[in-house]
């Protein structure tokens, strides 16, 4: 039989394995949502490097060739420094994916180790348990053992008439006795 204090101590250390591996769960949940994002913000900045030029050329060719007023210039320009600009936003987007993958590489790293270290230390502690389970059972054995030698001195003390009656009821005793330890 496990004493109270060791059961509750086993029920915590489960209870915190768990809880490390939920964490672990949700860590990686968040990475692997990190992982999308930097996907997504690379297919966005390859499209928008694709696309670009074709843009650029729609703005300048209306004014290749021609005389074009200095408005309608600034005006391309403006446009032109408006496109660079979303390219690096996006490339910004990109550098803030990557940085957030990392934070949550490195989450789930701790996590891990964590969930890692909790399983080990409820492992130890099962061992230690079934350790003390087994010291209590042998020395539940020891004290029937020495009960049924005292019994034993007993019968021998009494006369013959009455170890006959006893020797008679001494199986029925050691089943109830063994039957009685299986059930802790």
Same mark, same amino acid.
């Given at each position: 039989?496990?004493?109270?204090?060791?059961?509750?101590?086993?029920?915590?250390?489960?209870?915190?394995?768990?809880?490390?591996?939920?964490? !672990?769960?949700?860590?990686? +949940?968040?990475?692997?949502?990190?992982?999308?994002?930097?996907?997504?913000?690379?297919?966005?900045?390859?499209?928008?490097?694709?696309?670009?030029?074709?843009?650029? +050329?729609?703005?300048?060719?209306?004014?290749?060739?021609?005389?074009?007023?200095? #408005?309608? !210039?600034?005006?391309?320009?403006?446009?032109? #420094?408006? !496109?660079?600009?979303?390219?690096?936003?996006?490339?910004?987007?990109?550098?803030?994916? #990557?940085?957030?993958?990392?934070?949550?590489?490195?989450?789930? $790293?701790?996590?891990?180790?964590? +969930?890692?270290?909790?399983?080990?230390?409820?492992?130890?502690?099962?061992?230690?348990?079934?350790?003390?389970?087994?010291?209590?059972?042998?020395?539940?054995?020891?004290?029937?053992?020495? $009960?049924?030698?005292?019994?034993?001195?007993?019968?021998?003390?009494?006369?013959?008439?009455?170890?006959?009656?006893?020797?008679?009821?001494?199986?029925?005793?050691? !089943?109830?006795?063994?039957?009685?330890?299986?059930?802790?």
């Amino acid at each position: 039989m496990i004493p109270n204090a060791v059961q509750r101590l086993l029920q915590l250390k489960e209870l915190r394995r768990r809880r490390t591996e939920d964490a !672990l769960r949700l860590r990686q +949940a968040a990475l692997d949502e990190a992982v999308a994002a930097i996907q997504t913000a690379t297919r966005d900045l390859c499209r928008w490097q694709e696309h670009r030029p074709s843009r650029e +050329a729609a703005l300048y060719d209306p004014l290749i060739g021609k005389a074009a007023a200095l #408005i309608d !210039l600034e005006e391309v320009k403006a446009k032109m #420094i408006s !496109l660079r600009q979303h390219e690096q936003l996006l490339q910004n987007r990109l550098e803030e994916a #990557i940085a957030e993958a990392d934070r949550a590489r490195q989450a789930r $790293e701790q996590a891990y180790h964590l +969930a890692r270290e909790a399983c080990r230390e409820g492992s130890k502690f099962e061992d230690l348990a079934r350790v003390v389970r087994t010291d209590a059972n042998l020395e539940e054995e020891r004290s029937v053992d020495l $009960e049924l030698e005292d019994f034993a001195e007993g019968l021998n003390s009494f006369g013959s008439d009455q170890n006959d009656s006893l020797v008679t009821c001494l199986p029925n005793i050691l !089943l109830r006795q063994r039957y009685a330890g299986e059930d802790r």
